[in-house]
């Protein structure tokens, strides 16, 4: 997706930030940034997820553009016009060419660095790498350490499982946490551990019934926007992804939800519907950041 080149002229992201201007941005991919749709890894919640990047957390939302300068080096533009940015991420997902070239007068800033891996480079260009930046400005946005564990790594491995709900559910013991009919998803991904490797658990542990209880108060005191968001699952459900102070939770409105803990590392833990939860979800739907 993407490998469309922003030159100077209107489809330049120069005059976004004077560290690359005068210099083309080579788009390899794009994400939202706004209260129903971001990388969860800078955040628990949309205004959380905007401060990580210093920026105001405008209701509309931003769209972020990453790609490589002429040089090689990584590079964020955030823009204002999310919907164009939500434009291009789905014709990418059909398969569709799409041009990104945003307005010079809807880009905000240029970032140094990246806050996600991309398995991809510009061709043509040096290796991705961070800008030489001489100590001014903002440091160079990494990812996350794929080696360690911790709040980020657990929200960024809780929205690959809601990305992927179909293979994580696979794995998940049917005797014990009967499937609905009609469900779906997409392929498989190890983003957290081995779906092979998810127990199944009841809400004995006791910091996933603290997740249920700070869940619960939710609905009585709904929480900053974004820390709880709903997208198309089917027909007849959605896909929930709520957070919580080291906890993260995926669920499907008419299924089980599954938790990750920061003291369960690269664990998914299966909660069943019961009497309680089936009411919980619709209740956090009802609150949410509502997404496509």
Known sequence: MGGRTMSDGEDTVGGADDAVADDALLVLTAMLLTPARFPGVLGDDYVAACGALALEPYEEGYGLILGQDGEGARWTVV???????????????????????????????????????????????PDPHDPVTDGEGPAPLTPADSEAWGPA?????????????SAWREQIDDTQFPRPSGSDGRPGSDAVSEPENAPSRSPGHPAVRR?????????????????????????????????GPGWSMVARTDDIALFLLDEEPGTVIPIGRGDALPDLLTALDGLAAQGV
Do not use: N
């Open 79 to 125: 823009v204002e016009d999310a919907s164009q940015v939500a434009v291009a991420i789905a014709a990418w997902d059909c398969g569709m060419e799409h041009d990104l070239s945003p307005d010079e007068r809807s880009m905000v800033c240029a970032l140094p660095g990246w806050p996600m891996d991309l398995a991809v480079s510009a061709p043509g260009v």
């Open 153 to 165: 790594q657990r929200r960024l491995g809780a929205d690959e499982i809601a990305a992927q709900w």
């Open 211 to 243: 997740a249920l209880s700070e869940a619960t108060a939710y609905t009585k005191a709904p929480p900053p926007p974004g820390r709880i968001r709903s997208s198309y699952a089917s027909a007849d459900a959605r896909t929930l992804r709520v957070d």
